[in-house]
């Protein structure tokens, strides 16, 4: 068997296009257009790449897009005093603080200062709430991808047995109650899970999140299973040339895809939609805020 490749790129695309669709029309009936601010504290050039491309694709969709650089050793009161005043622009409508923030800045403060109805990330300890008890809420942009992915692949996920590898505030556990939501039966495992392999071997749906390149061998993925590769792993790749690199998941993906009956590949799988989320997220906040009906699809 060769699993179907879920292609996350393609996905994100049209994902864009239906918040770009939603967007002209928002301009156009309402006179109103998402804004999402970006804060970045210190120069880390991962963050700046993420940062970059966010703003690239927010323009992309028509949205305004506000970048704020503050210097790595900014206060946590000048940070705080700046989310403050996003929170009361009328034309912001999502607020990221890139993380991770410089060890001197608290960041559940940080994250908690947002207003809930901006928080486009969905870390807000409201919106953790509201997600774990069912309710409508922001939802962190990555386990709302694979969401997204899960659903247009199978439709109802209703009575699956679901497996999410890691259980981190920001994959993990979101992505847990999302499946929960939509009715799966979760397991949730971790570093300390005992049997790893044979808990993976009895899951429908597999959902790796662990931070560990090809972790994840084809003979714990049960035939015909669906592999959400989340994992974004930098190694050696020798044979591209000397010092080259190149990028894995938790999956090992060679292995998996001859058992599997779908997959996500690293890359181009869930990384393409955690953007693409971001920019809904956005949308859907900026209806709420006007109280005007969401995008169908965009959300969880
Ligand atoms: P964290 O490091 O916060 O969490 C990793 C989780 O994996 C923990 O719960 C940990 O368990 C668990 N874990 C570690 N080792 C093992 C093991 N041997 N067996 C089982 N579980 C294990 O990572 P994140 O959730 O932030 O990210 C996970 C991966 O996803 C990373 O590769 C990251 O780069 C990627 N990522 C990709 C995104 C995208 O856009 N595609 C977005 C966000 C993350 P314990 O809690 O017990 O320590």
Known sequence: ?????????????????????HVAKLKEENDLTPGLAVVLVGEDPASQV??????????????????????????????????????????IHGILVQLPLPKHLDEDLVINSIDPAKDVDGFHISNVGLLGTGQKSMVPCTP????????????????????????????????????????????????????????????????????????VPGDWIKKGATVIDVGINRIPAPEKGEGKMKLVGDVDFTSAAKVAGAITPVPGGVGPMTIACLLANTLT????????????????
């Open 1 to 21: 068997m060769t699993a179907e490749i879920i292609d996350g790129k393609a996905f994100a695309a049209r994902v864009r296009e239906q918040v770009a669709t």
């Open 50 to 91: 993420y940062v970059r491309s966010k703003g690239k694709q927010t323009v992309e969709v028509g949205m305004k897009s506000v970048e704020h650089k503050l210097d790595v050793d900014a206060s946590e009161a000048e940070l705080l005093d700046l989310i403050d005043q996003l929170n009361t622009d009328p034309t």
């Open 144 to 215: 709302l991808g694979c969401l997204m992915m899960l659903r247009d692949y199978h439709g109802d996920l209703s009575g699956m047995n679901a497996v999410v590898i890691g259980r981190s505030n920001i994959v993990g556990k979101p992505m847990a109650n999302l499946l929960l939501g939509d009715s799966c039966t979760v397991t949730v495992a971790h570093s300390r899970t005992k049997d790893l392999p044979d808990v993976v071997r009895g899951a429908d749906i597999v959902v790796a999140a662990v931070g560990r390149p090809e972790m």
């Open 285 to 300: 906040a900026c209806c709420r805020s006007a109280g005007l009906p969401e995008p169908s699809g965009l959300t969880a």
